[in-house]
């Protein structure tokens, strides 16, 4: 993914220096900057290099192969200078120095948004905020040239640069939120300034770092803090942590459920073995039935956070359809994939929290009637003292399921075993792997055409390896 976003109204150095409260060390105020970059290996002609450093590289180490690659210019740390004087040492590239690089990005594209008057809608959430994002963007992207993040550039880095790809073309903007703590939702809102806010639930997750749900609704709920009178939150009426945090917005609230009450609801839910889901979206009277090209409760709500929000762009229900309808699953996020064997493989592996994982087993037991199911899990990390407890329930909601047979692997499984054998599955179902090629010789051994495997678990314990050795052996055959 490239780390180097491009902006057609360019800024000049002296508009630099303003926003990041930098010192010129050398170089010409008038210079104008094409694009940000913090990566040379992407960095274009014309652009300004800013060097951050990160947990296993230093930008600054790397500041004169910006030059040598057309950067005009760059932003260093104030602690940087006589290193970088030393290395990069052409006169004719701007050379700015800050107190915290990451701080002056972020001033920089704050600064930038400032010039840009369009609507912006700021989505976060435990789940499905990646989804919603997109969703929310294909309905808007049919009439508005939209910024939005790319993949998943959702943090203090990712939204500057994404917001410094604002062009005077464009229309509206989606901007994804991701926090692992307090305040930072906060700083991006400062950043991105959002006039629309949706929150699409709140559950455990960042345990770790935020110790209990408290702090998870005071992190998240930062966004609708942040929205003034004038502004509106698209809120989950389905959740109650969700409905907490909404508790302190002061503007409009627009609510999003299943469950009677909601603002903008679904009816007339059914899914079919084939991955897609079909319900019809009511809003007051008015309501319109749509088809999805994926399967879960989960995605349901995703296309109604999604359909909130984008009504209040002024968009009709009609749009709404087409723009859902379009939509195709990512990579590694309920995936479904029908094998030439007849397996079915759920591929969920892109990460995992308590949430999500319940979402994804209640998925599995909707294949209950097609044959066998496998629940094939990971460790989900980030969850501090509530890890024993989050891995026990999961155990025990595989057999709330119903599901067939469980396969777990890393440290924490342990507890997924216990919670499944606790609620009485047996022991004879249950299998504890090493690695990812033990789970896969089971699936191997026991699973056959008709049945369906669920692969899931928290991002690093890669659990998709599993799920692509599967449907690479089933192509090879």
């Known amino acids: 993914m490239t780390k180097t976003l491009e902006m057609k109204d360019a800024l000049n150095i002296n508009e630099i220096l303003s926003a990041s409260k930098g010192r010129l060390v050398r170089g010409d105020k008038r210079l104008s900057i094409s694009g940000v970059s913090i990566d040379t290996r992407s960095i274009k002609k014309g652009e300004l290099f800013i060097a951050i450093k990160g947990d296993s590289f230093d930008g600054h180490d790397f500041v004169e192969q910006a030059f040598a690659n057309g950067a005009a210019g760059a932003v260093i740390n104030e602690s940087q200078i006589e290193k970088v004087a030393k290395d990069a040492a052409d006169s004719s590239k701007a050379l700015i120095a800050v107190s915290d690089t990451v701080w002056a990005l972020q001033e920089i594209a704050a600064f930038h948004r400032q010039k840009h008057t369009i609507s912006l809608c700021a989505v976060t959430g435990t789940n499905g905020k990646t989804t919603t994002k997109e969703m929310l963007a294909r309905i808007l992207s049919q009439r508005l040239f939209i910024v939005k993040n790319e993949g998943n550039l959702n943090n203090h880095i990712g939204v500057p ?77 389905d959740d109650a942590n969700s409905l907490k945090a909404a508790s302190k917005m002061k503007g409009k609230v627009v609510t999003f459920g299943i469950e009677y009450g909601a603002d903008v609801r679904a009816i007339n839910i059914k899914a079919d073995e084939s991955g897609k889901t079909s319900f019809t979206i009511q809003k007051g009277k008015d309501g319109i039935g749509i088809t999805l090209s994926m399967l879960g409760r989960h995605n349901i709500y995703n296309a109604l956070s999604a ?115 606790e609620s009485g599955m047996s022991e004879n179902n249950i299998f504890v792997c090493v690695d990812h090629q033990e789970a896969l010789d089971i699936l191997n051994r026991y699973a056959k055409a008709g049945d369906t495997i669920l692969i899931k678990g928290s991002r690093k314990m890669a659990m998709e390896k599993i799920a692509e050795r599967l449907i690479k052996g089933d192509t090879e055959e």
């Open 161 to 237: 640069l994404t917001l410094l790809r604002l062009k005077k073309n464009h229309q509206a903007g989606v901007i994804e939120m991701g926090m692992s703590g307090l305040g930072e939702i906060t700083r991006l809102c400062e950043i991105a300034q959002p006039n629309i806010g949706v929150i699409t639930n709140i559950g455990p997750a960042h345990l770790e770092s935020l110790g209990n749900i408290e702090n998870v609704i005071k992190a998240k709920g930062e966004l609708l803090e942040f929205l003034s009178e004038c502004d509106t939150a698209v809120i989950n009426a």
């Open 307 to 421: 359909a909130a929000a984008a009504l209040l762009f002024n968009f009709a229900l009609e749009d709404v359809k087409a723009g859902l309808e379009k939509f195709e699953p990512f990579k590694m996020r309920s995936e479904v994939r029908l094998l030439n064997s007849g397996l079915r493989v759920i591929n969920d592996s892109y990460n995992a929290n308590p949430a999500s994982m319940e979402a994804a087993i209640m998925l599995l037991s909707n294949f209950k009637n097609s044959g066998r199911t496998f629940a094939v899990l990971g460790d989900m990390f980030e969850l501090g003292d509530y890890a024993e407890d989050a891995h026990l329930n999961t155990g025990r909601k595989v057999v709330d399921f119903g599901i067939n047979y469980l396969i777990v692997m890393g440290n924490l499984s342990k507890f997924i075993v216990t919670g499944a054998v």
